[in-house]
């Protein structure tokens, strides 16, 4: 039986959060673990815990908002890449628009990507393909 993908989902809009999970379910990874953080200390303390060995598993990818309350996204990236533990997270930074993700690329430094993100179902489910998430659920080691 193969272990389960964890993806940390961190982002604090309802109805986002809803669409990339439909999404999800819909590339055929609702099977696996999505865990979610509504706000940028959540997502720090949350994978804390996962690194202290007292919480989920470890993340396979995280896609991470920028905008989030307590403590915005690029300062949660900035302190996972500082971490030894987190140093090699898979972070994928999503944003909400076509130019903030332009400004965004010169200014985030540690992320394994930065995408668009999609405003509706059929784009959500075409991001989940772009970011390769069925094929990291399908080439998941045996347990």
Known sequence: MNAQAVILLVEDNPGDVELTQRALRHRG???????????????????????SGSGSPRPDVVLLDLHLPKIDGLEVLQQW???DETRDLPVVVMVSN?????????DVVGANGVLLKPLNAADFIDLVRELGLTQLVAERPEA
């Open 29 to 51: 990874v609702a099977a696996h673990t999505t865990l979610v953080a509504r706000d940028g200390q959540q997502a720090l303390d949350l994978v804390q815990q996962v690194c």
């Open 81 to 83: 890449r500082t971490q």
């Open 98 to 106: 076509k130019e903030q993700r332009d400004d965004i690329r010169r």
